[in-house]
């Protein structure tokens, strides 16, 4: 296949052409040739409105059901609404049914997955069926194709288990994934402990439940050596906590997801389920903090955290409806509205390094593996939008920046 890229305005920092607009020649998915006003020789024409062209993002934590919940999303549509929504490549949650905690499921997403442009690379359970007692087959699923290992949004409560498996994993170079939130501060907290959740009447969630796991985790780190990653980080303190491990040496990364950077818990005043997540929305000092977290690089990864919900366990009183928000579609556009471009573009993108892949740069001769979108308009974020088969979007209904055109990868074009 051979594709002309017309006018693109290149977005990354390490090509010799970042914010040049130019003209990019692909070949059996290799860029070819970068230059102005290049001739077209019977190959396919790209053009868009203000087109914008980066190297492929890629979302760390998305969760999509197959197999065992494909009501809920299915592998190849949650890989086409990864396409449309400019991602290349996504890290898939261990969360489905059976749990992916041995390497027959992960070669099981792994094969569905084929043939997709985007592509799939599972995250294996830290414990078998995820459930904190046992260390899972790591090592197996690592050959298989695993590229982290970690129990999604569950703390691991044992800490001599946690510290064994950060000792192992250093045998094959392994990322061990901690979501941070001690079960018993928690309790039945179902919103941000604050002046929100006082004012409606609902069990709050301290700050103190995510950063004490956090301060557990990372005393773990500074003991046993290895790669720690703590994902979707809510509290202003556990950005700092977080900064002072990067400070002292420690081999620490840290996300925070889009709902995270745009909304709080200002948003729960309608008792709406789909602003129910985890870690919960917190206020707008924590929103600030993470913001700057960001910017001054505590903060590693944007992830959509995208989390398909069936409609039947959100459409139900806010105390019992389950958790989560899906992301993908909304995620670049929700985050033009709080941060500069090449910011996102370069969290959306530095994943890849951390989590072992392969990382290219906009450059001839490089695998051809783009996002191509516009940071320019505004629009409404709809159910129009939304390409999931779950509908539980915490940003219906808001307004959001720019547009994602499509992607170019696996030698494989999709537009929307």
Do not use: C
């Amino acid at each position: 296949m051979k594709i002309i890229i017309k006018s693109a305005k290149i977005i990354d920092s390490k090509s010799p052409f970042h914010n040049q607009t130019v003209d990019l020649l692909i070949a059996d998915g290799l860029i070819e040739k970068i230059g102005v006003s290049l001739p077209n020789d019977n190959a396919t024409e790209i053009k868009f409105d203000n087109l914008h062209v980066s190297q492929g993002w890629f979302d760390s934590s998305v969760s999509l059901g197959e197999p065992g919940y494909e009501d809920r999303e299915t592998i190849a549509n949650g890989l086409n609404v990864a396409a449309k929504s400019g991602f290349t490549a996504i890290a898939l949650q261990p969360n489905s049914f059976p749990i992916i905690d041995n390497q027959s499921q992960v070669n099981f997403v792994k094969n569905k997955a084929n043939g997709f442009a985007t592509e799939i690379f599972p995250i294996g359970a830290l414990t078998k069926a995820s459930e904190g007692k046992d260390m899972a087959e790591l090592f197996d699923m690592k050959k298989a194709g695993a590229v982290a290992f970690g129990d999604y949004n569950k703390s691991i409560d044992n800490a001599n288990l946690l510290k064994i498996a950060l000792q192992y994993v250093q045998d094959f170079d392994g990322l061990v994934i901690t979501y941070s939130q001690d079960p018993n501060i928690k309790g039945n907290g179902v919103a941000n402990e604050g002046i929100v959740s006082t004012r409606l009447g609902l069990k709050g969630i301290p700050d103190l439940a995510e950063e004490l796991q956090i301060s557990r985790n990372l005393f773990l780190l500074e003991y046993t050596g290895g790669k720690l990653h703590i994902p979707t980080i809510s509290t202003a303190k556990s950005v700092q906590l977080i900064r002072e491990a990067k400070a002292k040496g420690l081999n620490v990364t840290a996300s925070a997801s889009v709902h995270h950077l745009v909304l709080t818990d200002e948003k729960l005043d309608g008792f709406d389920t789909r602003f129910k997540v985890t870690p919960p929305l917190r206020t707008e000092v924590d929103r600030q903090a993470l913001l700057n977290g960001i910017a001054d690089g505590t903060i590693d990864i944007i992830t959509s955290d995208h989390n398909p919900i069936d409609i039947e366990f959100k459409k139900m009183e806010f105390d019992t409806a389950k958790n989560g928000t899906i992301g993908l579609e909304s995620a670049f556009g929700a985050l033009l509205t709080v941060l500069p471009l090449e910011t996102i573009v370069s969290k959306l993108t530095s994943g890849r390094t951390i989590f072992g892949l392969e990382n290219n740069t906009i450059a001839e001769g490089s695998k051809a593996n783009l996002t191509f979108f516009t940071p320019e308009g505004k629009s409404t974020f709809t159910k129009e939008n939304i390409l999931s088969k779950s509908k539980n979007s915490a940003f219906l209904g808001t307004e959001i920046k720019g547009s994602v055109y499509g992607i170019l990868n696996q030698n494989q074009l999709v537009t929307k």
